[in-house]
């Protein structure tokens, strides 16, 4: 049995395949149904709840989740369709003859409010002490269906202590309902493998291997579990409170570096619909909270695309002219730190492959601390840096005890989307209202290309920009510099380039296929994995993977819900935004070229670079001690 | 452990993977042989059943800790399992227990400080004809009273 084949879901929870009519009209393809008396008619195979909600019918989910398998735990989206015994669960029933639903009768209303009084006689917390106030579908639920007391009772006592051991994620069973969505999103999601159901009966819970604290198992710290879970039993760590403390402290100096993944996605916290990006607002907002400085992480995604272009450059150099075999291709990224978790853990024996470039979070905590620090005549011990991410993983790289080759934390804070929402909250402010203002400088000027950092395959897309410059001294044969086979969301993407005509000092390279791989999720990287330890890597140079479904814009720290459709405006908004930037190719970063000249002055993959720039990584192992 | 001891381990879960099939649906027997041998299965025979079946640690955690009959601690020499079940409960099932539990100092769920006996709580062994029952060690035993039940405890190594 190879890896692969070993699917975990039980085929009675794999999404219901009924094999589909070719020809929509053709027979077996539509069954007409009822809902609700009204007649209409769907392809085969539809889901009752697909099937309302192409309707305009609402049903109450709560086990249900568009990016997992089918569970149907919960029972709340319960139905009544004629001709059966009991209620039916919609989520999970495939429609495959002439059926009459009705969603709203009496049984059916009853049979759901039953379920929440019994959910919640399970329930320990109260919404306003919850962090998920506001934003929890049980809360929802009980405000949908009325409820306004504890029909079989309540909880007083909490039973679990809270799981605080990672510096990531925070788990309070307390607040668990059993839907299991954080054990489909680990396992089958990101197979991972973190998290299962305990014990049975009464004594049932989410639990890690020999219900050890998350910090001791192999967790990859990737959020994705946070981003799916209806309540506030899992949730991210948040400093907020000590960033709150260190700008209130005038000895400090706060600077803050943005991401583009929470700027496209952070107005989703404050009711605008997905697809809109609110960079300046944000700036003008973080200056009023009190950030003393407000940076563009794209200025380091920048640095990255050089020091990890140039990387590639030279390993491609050691093996096609020096013939270096303990050179490993093709290389893979490194700026997605629950990937590196991920490959640590699983692949340990693979580490070579890994590009040393630092991700920009922490190539840009180095600078403030070294160069910024020099220049501006700050001492780096009064420096506070945070780091505002999509991404729940980012709290755990920054507290790598590796990184500090500034000789401070570089980065003191990892906050995610959710986390600054909340503080720009706290200080009475409304986003979307605020004015328009641009970075702060020296930082402030940043590429287009190190803005698609946060749509899967735009490290790619940057990367290649600058490279095929470099070795051909033209710009990528793409229509607007658009490398299209980067972008979308297919799970593994895989393209090349031709390089001809190469400058002098590429010669080596000329008429060569430079062919790419980008992979989203960490169940794909498993699989390219595989693909690598086949031998079908072989004449593939480069390849992207960022952990998270969709890459950084669907990280774990981003606004909840997630979904499909949500990701994809996300990635339209990043992109919008790149196309209307004058400069679009890291290379071309005036900054960056400063900083070469100033500071980095042995050049990309230099001395200086290597010591604040690149990392190296541990071999972890998937033993669980 | 030793490395030694973890190795000979290793070897024994490749043999009973290889015997029962390499899938998911092997475990019971997998992990049924490992308890039956060990009494218990260890964190690291748990972690080589789920590497040889090529799943999630976690998973078969999962597994054992749904099964009465399979255990991640050790337990003690002799398995003590008294019925909680209502036709035994009618026939004073609870006054044993409770004095079961005096005399072993200790409550059900435990192991005594010796290691000799663990106490557990069955559901219905389908002995309700002859209630009160237990299983020790495999064995079943009816019509049980608390002098009878205190012998057999007693008799026990
Ligand atoms: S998890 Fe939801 S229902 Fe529970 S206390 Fe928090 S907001 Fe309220
Ligand atoms: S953070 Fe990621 S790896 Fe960790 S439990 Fe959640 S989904 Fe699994
Ligand atoms: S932790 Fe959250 S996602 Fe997981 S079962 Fe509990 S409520 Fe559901
Ligand atoms: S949402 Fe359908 S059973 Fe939970
Ligand atoms: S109730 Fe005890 S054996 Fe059936």
């Known amino acids: 049995m190879t890896e692969s084949d070993n699917i975990r879901v039980p085929v009675s929870q794999q999404p219901h395949s009924v094999i589909k009519s070719k020809k929509e009209n053709g027979i077996g393809g539509l069954v007409s149904i009822q809902i609700n008396e009204k007649a209409v008619m769907v392809p085969l195979g539809t889901t009752i709840l697909e099937a309302c909600r192409k309707n305009q019918i609402h049903i109450p989910t709560l086990c249900h989740h568009e990016d997992l398998c089918l569970a149907g735990l919960c029972r709340i989206c319960v139905v009544d369709v004629e001709g059966m015994k009991t209620l039916q669960a919609a989520c999970s029933f495939p429609i495959t003859s002439p059926l009459k639903i009705h969603t709203s009768t009496p049984m059916v209303r009853k049979a759901r409010r039953h379920i929440i009084d019994l959910i919640l006689s399970e329930h320990c917390g109260e919404c306003y002490s919850c962090i998920r106030n506001g934003n929890c579908e049980l809360q929802a639920l009980a405000k949908e269906y009325g409820v306004d007391g504890y029909r079989f009772g309540h909880v007083e006592q909490p039973r679990y202590s809270v799981d605080r051991s990672s510096v990531s994620v925070i788990r309070d069973l307390n607040k668990c309902i059993l839907c299991r969505r954080c054990i489909r999103t680990c396992i089958d999601l990101q197979e991972v493998g973190v998290l299962e159901a305990i014990d049975r009966g009464d004594k049932t819970h989410i639990g890690t291997f020999l219900d050890k604290p998350l910090a001791d198992v192999i967790c990859i710290n990737c959020g994705q579990c946070t981003n799916r879970c209806p309540t506030a039993a899992l949730s991210t760590n948040d400093p907020s409170d000590e960033i709150w403390e260190a700008i209130d402290n005038p000895n400090k100096h706060v600077v803050i570096q943005t991401a583009p993944s929470p700027r496209a996605a952070i107005g989703e916290e404050f009711g605008v619909a997905p697809g809109k990006s609110f960079t300046g607002e944000l700036n003008s907002a973080l200056k009023r909270i009190g950030f003393d400085k407000v940076f563009d992480t794209n200025f380091t995604a920048d640095l990255t695309i050089i020091e990890e272009g140039t990387e590639l450059l030279n390993r491609l150099k050691k093996v096609l002219v020096n013939c270096d075999t303990s050179v490993k291709l093709p290389q893979f990224t490194s700026c997605s730190p629950g990937w590196i978790k991920f490959i640590e853990h699983f692949y340990p024996e693979y580490l070579d492959y890994l590009s040393t470039a630092k991700s920009p979070q922490q190539m840009f905590g180095a600078v403030i601390k070294t160069f910024y620090a020099k220049e501006t005549g700050i001492n780096p011990d009064d420096i506070v840096t945070v780091a505002l991410m999509p991404c729940s993983a980012k709290k755990f790289e920054c507290n790598r005890p590796e990184m500090n080759s500034s000789g401070y934390k570089d980065v003191d804070f990892g906050l995610t989307t959710r986390e600054m929402a909340t503080m720009i909250k706290e200080a009475g402010i409304y986003l979307p209202e605020m004015p328009k203002t641009g970075f702060d400088d020296p930082f402030g000027e940043a590429s287009g290309a190190g803005l698609i950092f946060g749509a899967t395959g735009g490290v790619m897309e940057a990367a290649l920009r600058t490279v095929y410059e470099l070795v051909t001294g033209r710009e990528v044969p793409f229509k607007n510099l658009n490398i299209e086979p980067c972008r979308g969301f297919d799970g593994i993407k895989q393209a090349s380039v031709k390089l001809e005509n190469c400058v002098n000092e590429y010669s080596f390279l000329e008429g060569i296929d430079l062919k790419f791989l980008v992979a989203h999720g960490t169940a794909n990287a498993k699989k390219v994995m595989q693909m690598l330890k086949r031998g079908e890597l072989n004449d593939v140079h480069f390849v992207e993977i960022m952990a998270c479904p969709g890459g950084c814009l669907g990280g774990g720290g981003q606004p909840i819900p997630t979904s499909a459709e949500i990701r994809r405006k996300r990635a339209q908004a990043i992109y919008e935004e790149e196309a209307s930037l004058p400069i679009r190719k890291s290379h071309e970063n005036p900054y960056v070229k400063y900083i070469y000249q100033k500071f980095l002055t042995e050049g990309p993959c230099g001395k200086l670079s290597h010591k604040l720039l690149h990392t190296h990584y541990t071999k972890r192992g998937r033993f669980i001690s | ?157």
Request: proline fraction near 2%; glycine fraction near 6%; include cysteine.
């Open chain 2, 1 to 157: 452990m030793l490395t030694l001891e973890k190795n000979s381990l290793s070897e024994e879960i490749e043999e009973l993977v290889s015997l029962y099939g390499e899938n998911r649906g092997s475990l019971l027997e997998i992990l049924g042989a490992i308890e039956k041998k060990y009494g218990y299965i260890s964190e690291f025979a748990q972690q080589e059943v789920a590497r040889l079946l090529n799943i999630h640690p976690v998973e078969v955690y999962s597994f054992i800790s749904f099964f009465s009959f399979l255990h991640s601690k050790p337990q003690g020499r002799n398995m003590v399992r008294m019925c909680k079940t209502i036709a035994c409960n009618m026939k004073g099932a609870d006054n044993i227990s409770a004095v079961i539990e005096k005399e072993l100092g200790i409550k059900f769920g435990e192991t005594t400080k010796n290691r000799r006996v663990t106490l557990e709580y069955t559901n219905c062994l389908g002995m309700c004809d002859c209630a009160p029952a237990m299983l020790v060690n495999g064995k079943i035993y009816t019509n049980l009273d608390v002098e009878k039940a205190i012998k057999i405890i007693n008799e026990l190594k």
